[in-house]
């Protein structure tokens, strides 16, 4: 993950808890979910590599990737604002049409990501597997409906 | 019953044959439902290319039916073969007749392609192929997207094959099935046979485990 990803997510994260001065345009919206997702993505390769033996179990390890991974699983929703169905994406324009179900499975990926992390302070690895088996499969559900297949 | 003369598929064939098919619905069902089957998906990937790798070796190895030179024909022989089933004549020799030869060809080959490109691919959210942290994103969107093609096109080319197959068995009362479950099986083949699949499970435990590290 490059800093420029991270720096982007920290103010992501800044935006989302202080008071926002205004709505960033939609390129800058596109840009900032994607940061989120990245980061996500980047806590759950780590937490992945332990579950499937690529590297040995860390519970400190575990804890510090689901925790960010919870703290980015609430900044991609406030990011698909009007207009940032166009441009550097794969949103599909169904999310704004069919807006109340994409908003169920976010709030399903945000509630899966949150028991990812009560699974890794736990210290348990079976329950760190199954924790995250059911976050991957909240997030290929909105992938499946949601996103742009790749070509 | 092993047939004395040792003619139609030897028994490593007919092994490799319905361990591949049981193993590509599996793979298919597992890449569709993806999530938390994909490490099972991986696995099956991994034993499917063990099993090409084996059928490659066993294509000059293998007793006579199995070997390429043996049946990947022209598209004239595959042509008369058409032409004499046209006329009625339902005659049958030992091994892949000329048409089902390249069937054989291009059913490998595509299984080839979804195994090598599924090294590659990742799932976008929790799961990657063992060579996707080796390669470019953009390597890894394009081979992800092919994956996902190719197993449509191992759907459609399964299809034809089992079609083509039931015409043979049941219109034409041609056995083609029974010698891919029964036939030849000799001892000192089959050990072969086993080193070699213990050989090209090493080459792939190597590809996947070990050299990714």
């Not at chain 1, 939609?26 to 980047?42: F, G, N, T, V």
């Not at chain 2, 298919?28 to 991994?46: C, D, K, N």
């Not at chain 2, 099993?51 to 293998?62: D, I, K, M, Q, S």
């Not at chain 2, 590659?120 to 192929?129: A, K, L, P, R």
Request: glycine content about 8%; aromatic content about 10%; proline content about 5%.
């Amino acid at each position: 993950m490059n800093k420029r990803n991270i720096a982007i997510a920290a103010l992501a994260a800044a935006i989302s808890t202080g008071a926002m001065a205004q709505t960033p345009k939609p390129e800058d919206q596109i840009r900032l979910r994607k940061a989120a997702y990245d980061l996500m993505s980047y806590g759950f390769a780590s937490i992945d590599a332990m579950n499937e033996g690529k590297k040995p179990y860390s519970r400190d390890e575990a804890v510090r990737s689901a925790e960010l991974m919870v703290q980015m699983s609430t900044l991609p929703r406030l990011f698909f604002g009007e207009g940032t169905d166009k441009g550097e994406t794969r949103a599909k324009p169904e999310i704004w049409t069919h807006r109340a179900d994409f908003d169920a499975k976010m709030d399903k990926m945000i509630s899966e990501v949150g028991k990812v992390a009560a699974a890794a302070r736990s210290g348990d690895p079976a329950a760190l597997r199954s924790a995250a088996d059911a976050a991957g499969d909240a997030c290929k559900a909105c992938h499946d409906d949601y996103r742009q297949k790749r070509r | 019953m092993p047939q004395p003369t040792g003619r139609g598929w030897d028994l490593p064939t007919r092994l490799f044959h319905w361990a591949l098919a049981l193993l590509v619905v599996f793979s298919f069902a597992t890449g569709e439902v993806g999530g938390s089957w994909l490490p099972w998906h991986m696995r099956s990937g991994y034993a499917i290319l063990t099993l090409l790798l084996f059928r490659l070796a066993w294509g000059f190895a293998g007793s006579r039916e199995a070997r390429f030179t043996s049946f990947v024909r022209g598209p004239r022989a595959a042509l008369d073969h058409a032409r004499a089933l046209a006329r009625g004549n339902r005659t049958l020799a030992p091994g892949h007749n000329p048409l089902g030869g390249w069937m054989v060809v291009v059913l490998l080959a595509l299984a080839a392609f979804q195994a090598g490109t599924g090294l590659f691919s990742n799932d976008e959210s929790s799961h990657e192929g063992p060579l996707a942290a080796k390669v470019s994103g953009a390597v890894v969107d394009r081979m992800s997207a092919l994956h996902s093609w190719n197993a449509w096109l191992i759907a459609a080319a399964v299809g034809v094959h089992v079609a083509a197959v039931s015409v043979y068995q049941w219109r034409w009362r041609m056995d083609v099935i029974g010698p891919m479950v029964s036939g030849p099986s000799q001892a000192a083949q089959n050990a072969l046979a086993l080193v070699l699949v213990a050989a090209c499970a090493a080459a792939v435990y190597w590809l996947v485990v070990v050299y990714p590290r």
